[in-house]
Every structure is written in structure tokens, then in C-alpha cells.
């Protein structure tokens, strides 16, 4: 399964984002403080939501994604006055002969003293099939099922569990040098999910040889074509550390 477009509402500094299409590989280009990497945690935003509590320490959940991005008023573009609403949405495609997925995300502030975020819509289309639209009568009676989207709740999501797994196992990595040279001596404990590769090269270690070697003739190819000079990209352990 792959994003195949993505849109934006009053995200971080995104007012507006038309629908952007994607293909299967995309390359975010931009100066600094344009918004790259905040166009990218709108997909592990969704990863966190989705993914099970009994992966993460702490549980997942949409309240637990907007809390560790340090609340909804981090989160919520600076312009967003009129309307307050953060807004997602993402097209999936699995084949080219199947109908696509559409999962759509609203959700605001409640506005009380305990200020917990609450789903304005929470929508699932499969092709032309409408599998979910929220909120519903039942949100109605109980306005506390708004705290939490049906895309975290696996005793509600078995509709659409197509597209909760995808999200889940979305991977985020941006490798940081420092700490992928000096991982051993800097020590500590990783992040969740290790998203800036101190753990990079133990991963690369404990993969089978054959994937491995696979891996990197593929990434060979490619460095080959764009790096002048470039000759081999090879995995060799250090057997002294």
C-alpha cells in the first residue's frame, strides 16, 4: 500500500495544502524552516494514532500524538483564527486495480479547563463506499468518544484495519551522523521507534546476510548514478568493537 496524495488544513505552518500528490518515491525539497519535515510528521502523526498501545511505553492514541508534539497549540497553525480545526487527509492506493482508501482527520480543542482535543470528523471511503462518517448519533449522546478516533480503537476500526496496519507501520528515520558514528560511546537510551539512527548500524548488523547484501546493492545502484566516483557501498563489522 502507498500514499498516493496527501492534504493539509491548519497544520503546523501549512494553512492550506491542496492535495499533493505523491509517487513511489518523493523527494521534499525546500529551504530551511519551509515546512519539509512537518509535511512528513503528518504521516507519523497518523502512525502514532494508529499504532497499538502495547507498542509504545506510554500508548498511542490521538490524545498521546498531540501531547508529545507538545500540545494542540503547537500543532495548529498561527493563522488558523476563524477556524480552528487541524485538518488531515490521506489517499492510499494498494493496487492499481483496487478502489483507493481515503481516511480524514479533523479535531480542534475542546475549549474546558482540561483543554483535551476532540474529533470535529473522522471519515473512511472505500472507491465510493462510505465505511465511516463521525461524528454519529452515538457521539452525540456521549461527547466524551470524541477524545479518541476509531482509527486507535481495535474494537472499532475491524472495517478499515487495512489502512490502521499501513499507518502503524510507518517507519520515520533521519539519520544523524554524530550520533550513528558515536552511538556505543554516546550510550543512552533510544528514542521510540529511533528515529534519528542511533541504533542505524545494529539493525544493519542483525539482518540476514542475503537481505542485507541485497539492501545495499539496490542502494548501490543508485548512489552509483548520482555520486561521482562512487564505486561500492559494502557492510564490513568492526570485530575489535
Wanted: glycine fraction near 8%; charge should be positive.
Amino acid at each position: 500500500m502507498k500514499v498516493r496524495r496527501l492534504t493539509l488544513k491548519n497544520w503546523v505552518n501549512f494553512r492550506n495544502l491542496n492535495p499533493v500528490d505523491l509517487g513511489d518515491r518523493v523527494f521534499v525539497i525546500g529551504p530551511n524552516a519551509s515546512g519539509k519535515s512537518n509535511f512528513l510528521d503528518a504521516l507519523r502523526f497518523l502512525r502514532d494514532i494508529a499504532r497499538p498501545s502495547g507498542v509504545k511505553p506510554s500508548g498511542g492514541g490521538l490524545q498521546k500524538a498531540v501531547t508529545d508534539r507538545g500540545q494542540l497549540s503547537r500543532l495548529r497553525c498561527l493563522n488558523a483564527r476563524k477556524n480552528p480545526e487541524v485538518f488531515i487527509e490521506a489517499e492510499l492506493e494498494a493496487t492499481l486495480d483496487e478502489p483507493h482508501w481515503i481516511y480524514r482527520l479533523g479535531f480542534k480543542g475542546e475549549g474546558k479547563a482540561n483543554n483535551r482535543v476532540t474529533i470535529t470528523r473522522e471519515e473512511v471511503h472505500y472507491g465510493n463506499k462510505e465505511i465511516l462518517k463521525r461524528p454519529d448519533e452515538d457521539d452525540g449522546k456521549d461527547p466524551d468518544r470524541l477524545t479518541q478516533s476509531y482509527l486507535e480503537q481495535i474494537n472499532a476500526n475491524s472495517e478499515f484495519r487495512t489502512i490502521v496496519h499501513f499507518f502503524s507501520e510507518i517507519t520515520y528515520l533521519r539519520l544523524v551522523p554524530q550520533l550513528l558514528k558515536f552511538g556505543d560511546i554516546i550510550g543512552g537510551n533510544l528514542l521510540e521507534q529511533d528515529p534519528f539512527g542511533q541504533g542505524f548500524l545494529q539493525r544493519i548488523a542483525a539482518a540476514g546476510e542475503k537481505t542485507r547484501n541485497a539492501r545495499l546493492r539496490r542502494i548501490q545502484n543508485a548512489l552509483e548514478k548520482v555520486v561521482p566516483q562512487f564505486k561500492e557501498l559494502r557492510f564490513k563489522r568492526d570485530e575489535i568493537s
